[in-house]
């Protein structure tokens, strides 16, 4: 996510700027800059890359004279990581300077509305046509101006705003991206997270949805979109720096645990309109999506996994054809492609070398490659035909959450684009289905709010020798995500099988006491599972099920059960994931394990 600083008072502003946005370091970012007025005008400094370049472009905010200004790092959704897309963005005559965390989904409307107006824009970025905004509006009242602005955008913000004909102020504005503000005896700021203000104030004043900050040198008016002035609490912030980089939560995987519902809706809602799918970034007609007659889905690990849950959603909903591969295989089999297919390659950090060895074997054979990528910029980014971008924002425990769900999204909607296209869902399954994974979010939030009772029953098990995950079809990659999970954090040994392989082989490690975690979330396949469940259960395992509300004969088999609300069963993955992301979670808190970086792993294999 990106982070913003503000301030105004009787100091100079870029040090105290540039020293709050290294505290919101950790959230990741691409680029940086500052904005600071200096008596006279408005002075940017702003360049790619990590905030040290910015530093000693400005002697650490010396050459930025001022006692108001904003600072802002980046982490790149619409625009490539660069100079020019950095914040903050002028209006044309730089009266007007912004910062921006969040995504404007309307943005493309905006411009051509602003281009007709004659403005110019100058980066490919969302957060300039605000700047270009405000400055239509502003007739010399700021306020105004900018409730007017938050009047027309769609999407999220966090904003941070400088006039230089008011430089008794600073505003600031927010919808849905976090926003916090304080003051101390010798000023006031805003930024997108405690640490970078708490070496000035623990006293912190969170702005909530459609809300207007005016700060002043010494105080602050809170107004609603409607210039209604309001008066708002302050708190006190009790963390130390080291835990308010993780907003209070333990481990960075926690926090990004619960930052899923956010970003499932990020990645989801922008790319439903009007009842139908739209997916612009695949620079695809629908002539040339519907000449796709077999998908091949290439990736590692968990995205390797929503790979897995790729297939049987693509097949069961569009009735396409599709093959799912290990990266680190595809590149060396010498795969066979079917003529006229496409390949799908899927990455969080996009840098991962064995999908984009993937990526590239795929394109030299003269196959375009679709991104679902989660950085924006990246390798796989900027080499794929074309890219469809989770927006679960910046990933930093290794353990992959919200990026996984996110993932899952980016595999729905192409489903559905491609059922809509090949007319294999009636009208009224479709609309359906859309109903559903708008739910996803909230359904995602109150999943999480069980967490205390897997906890409870997690540590019942950080003594566990062997545990295993067992589903069929969809539940199959449910229990693939869920081992990975377990055991690359709680480096407990498990494994994931197929329910109806399990007399294979495998069976025969089951003993009495051992965990054995069963996903029935498909409904057909529900018998067979609990088969399966009783299969172990008579061999001395304690038999753990994930499965839809209402499945009550799922008590017969089964000694302790979590249970996932209603959604489609090709949607269950998103629900069922979540108290298999906890279990994990707990059982290597329980056992004392470095959560957020795991022994031997990386965040990105961008090696062999
Ligand atoms: C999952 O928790 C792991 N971090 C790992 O399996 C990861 O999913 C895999 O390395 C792929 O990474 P990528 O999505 O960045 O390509």
């Known amino acids: 996510m990106c982070g913003i600083v503000g301030y105004i008072g009787k100091r100079q502003a870029a040090p105290i700027i540039l020293e709050g946005l290294s505290r919101l370091e950790y959230r990741g970012y691409d680029s940086a800059g500052i904005a600071v007025f200096d008596g006279d005008k408005i002075n940017i400094s702003k360049a790619a890359g990590r905030l040290k370049i910015l530093e000693e472009m400005t002697h650490n905010g010396e050459t930025l004279k001022g006692f108001v200004g904003i600072g802002h790092t980046r982490w790149a959704t619409h625009g490539v990581p660069s100079t020019i897309n950095a914040h903050p963005h002028y209006n044309r005559e730089e009266t007007i300077a912004v910062v921006h965390n969040g995504i404007i989904e309307n943005y493309i409307a905006l411009r051509k509305m602003l281009k007709e107006k004659g403005y110019e824009m100058v980066s490919d970025t969302d957060t ?52 916090i503000v304080g003051q101390n005896e010798e000023g006031c700021f805003i930024a997108s997270d405690v640490p970078a203000i708490l070496k000035y104030t623990r006293q912190v004043t969170y702005v909530d949805n459609q809300e207007i900050v005016r700060l002043r040198g010494d105080h602050m008016h809170f ?23 993780k907003g209070g939560y333990e481990h960075f995987m926690l926090k990004e645990m619960y930052e899923q519902p ?52 693509l097949e069961n909903l569009a009735r396409i054809s599709v093959e799912v591969d290990l990266a680190s295989e595809f590149r060396y089999r010498n795969p066979v492609l079917e003529e006229g297919a496409m390949v799908i390659v899927v990455s969080q950090s ?18 375009k490659v679709l991104g679902i990528v989660n950085v924006v910029g990246s390798s796989i980014a900027r080499e794929a035909d074309s890219v469809l971008y989770t927006w679960a924002g910046p990933e930093i425990a290794v353990a ?43 359904q995602i939030e109150l999943l999480l709010s069980n967490k205390n009772h897997i906890q409870k029953f997690a540590n019942r098990y950080i003594g566990a020798k062997d545990i295993f995950f067992i589903g069929r079809g969809i539940d ?24 109806g392989e399990l007399k294979h082989g495998t069976i025969s490690l089951i003993e009495e006491g051992t965990l054995v975690a069963a996903v029935a979330t498909q409904p057909e396949l529900f018998a067979k599972t ?22 009550m004969e799922i008590e017969k088999a089964a000694d302790y059960v979590i249970y996932i609300p209603e959604t489609n069963p090709c949607f269950a993955n998103s629900l069922a994931i979540i108290p298999l992301q906890l279990f994990g979670y707990y059982v290597a808190v329980g056992k004392g394990c470095d959560v957020d970086k795991p022994r031997n792993l990386a965040k990105s294999v961008t090696v062999e």
């Open 262 to 313: 956010k970003g499932v809706a990020d990645t989801l809602l922008p790319r439903i309109k009007d009842g139908e799918v739209v997916i612009d970034e695949l620079n695809m007609t629908d002539e040339e999506l519907l000449s796709v007659k077999k998908i091949y889905i290439v990736a590692c690990g968990s995205a390797y996994h929503v790979g897995v849950t790729g297939k049987y959603v």
């Open 476 to 499: 199959y990659a449910i229990s693939l995500e869920g081992s990975l999970k377990l055991k690359e954090i709680s480096y407990i040994h498990s494994e994931a099988y197929a329910a």
């Open 128 to 179: 300039e046509v605000v700047a270009h905004l405000i400055d239509y509006y502003y007739k010399g009242n700021p306020l105004e101006a900018i409730t007017k602005v938050l009047h027309r955008v769609e999407g999220s913000y966090a904003l941070g705003v400088i006039f230089s004909e008011h430089p008794d102020q600073l505003f600031a504005a927010r919808k849905d991206s976090p926003l």
């Open 223 to 245: 107004y609603t979109v409607d210039e209604e002035e309001i008066k708002k609490e302050s708190v006190t912030i009790e963390w130390d720096s080291k835990a308010a980089e």
């Open 400 to 442: 992959t959450t919200k990026a996984y769900s996110t993932q899952l999204i980016a595999l729905y909607l192409l489903a559905l684009k491609f059922a809509r296209i090949r007319k294999t869902v009636e009208d009224k399954v479709f609309a359906g289905l859309l109903e559903d994974l708008k739910k996803l979010p909230d």
């Open 530 to 551: 609990i088969s399966n469940m009783v299969e172990v259960k008579a061999r001395g395992a304690f038999v753990l099920a994930v499965t839809n509300e209402g499945n």
């Open 350 to 367: 996009g840098e991962t070398a064995d999908t984009l060895a993937a990526l590239r074997e795929s394109q030299k054979r003269g196959f």
